[in-house]
């Protein structure tokens, strides 16, 4: 079987080797080198936090997007069937339009959502004006410049 000899060496086995080639031999990484691995993943991880923040902010403003338009239709067919507006969030799930009241991601409670009552005159049922539209109670501002209670 052929063994193969280390370059710089004669072909001696490990024992003849002079101690301070078998020291740099097992000697590990240097300070400076471990300095440059932690610095670039440091780096690395710096790009990347803020592109999950706004990957997570996205996500946020998708759900709500959708719990909105999910609201304002469960809204609009109530209001159609029962020829009036609904005096509460909660008459949508107590009417069977809803199973729950959604999240309001930006607040992250179903208790905050801000209702907007229809006017009297316009109203559907005069005697009795309901919720007209449903906005989020956040008090801050999406990625496209438009705060979240506007939407």
Do not use: H
């Amino acid at each position: 079987m052929a063994r193969l000899i280390p370059s710089g060496s004669s072909g001696a086995d490990d024992r003849s080797l002079s101690s301070g080639r078998r020291a740099r031999l097992t000697r590990g990484f240097t300070f400076v080198e471990l300095m440059v691995v932690v610095t670039i993943i440091v780096i690395i991880i710096s790009m990347a936090i803020p592109i999950y923040n706004r990957t997570i902010l996205r996500a946020k403003e998708s759900v709500l997007a959708n719990n909105l338009f999910t609201l304002r239709t469960c809204i609009d067919n109530y209001t159609y069937d029962k020829q009036k507006a609904p005096q509460s969030l909660q008459d949508l799930v107590t009417e069977g339009y809803l199973q729950k009241i959604p999240i309001d991601p930006m607040t992250g409670s179903n208790q905050t959502w801000r209702t907007i009552m229809e006017d009297a005159s316009q109203s559907v049922n005069q005697a009795e004006p309901g919720i007209f539209d449903v906005k989020s109670s956040s008090d801050k501002t999406g990625l496209d410049g438009i705060p979240y209670a506007d939407k």
